[in-house]
């Protein structure tokens, strides 16, 4: 018996094993035995690689939007949007309820969005201002003329409302032996 190291051996590709398909039950068993013991060799987490395309993130978002949209609970769609935006709650309900749908296209053009995904949702959103063709026809032209850019800036303004929201409310209260006078009047007690 010759011993043979590593680096001697020529180097060739792993051999698979032949697949033998067993005739009857046996085989069967045999098969689900072997997706069992896959199964057991997937790893717990998902391993380090390509994250998802644009184009996947895209529709991902999409389908979101465009479900809680559907809803009718309007709630439901904001919270969806404060998501895909990385902003506040408070912030995507006063971009929805403003009254108009210029804020709303600037959110959703700042995602990604094509004009007609951007007209389902808005439509879904307002629809009592999609009664016409002259009204669709003004949104897919407003839509168009919107730059990417100029929706980006509206997301970073949003973006910095939020991070300042956030700021203020973690401000630690001022001690009680503080030099700092309190905002209110709680201080000031009759005796």
Do not use: C
Not at 8 to 34: F, N, Q
């Amino acid at each position: 018996l010759e011993l043979v190291s590593s680096s001697d051996a020529p180097a060739s590709p792993p051999v698979e094993a032949p697949e033998t398909k067993l005739p009857g039950p046996s085989g069967m068993a045999a098969e689900r035995m072997r997706d069992r013991l896959r199964g057991f060799m997937m790893p717990a987490a998902p391993l380090p690689g390509p994250s998802p395309s644009e184009s996947d993130r895209r529709a991902m978002l999409f389908a979101r939007l465009k479900m809680t949209a559907l809803t009718g609970n309007p709630a439901f769609f904001q919270t969806a949007l404060a998501d895909a935006l990385d902003i506040e709650f408070a912030i995507a309900r006063d971009i929805t309820m403003s009254g108009g749908y210029t804020s709303l296209i600037a959110a959703l053009k700042s995602v990604g969005l094509n004009s007609e995904q951007g007209f389902l949702i808005t439509s879904a959103i307002f629809p009592q201002i999609f009664t016409h063709a002259e009204a669709i026809r003004l949104f897919i032209e407003r839509y168009q003329l919107m730059h990417h850019e100029a929706a980006l800036e509206m997301l970073r303004g949003w973006r910095a409302e939020t991070a300042a929201r956030n700021f203020l409310r973690v401000q630690p209260p001022a001690a009680v032996n503080s030099d700092e006078k309190s905002e209110s009047p709680d201080h000031l007690r009759a005796s």
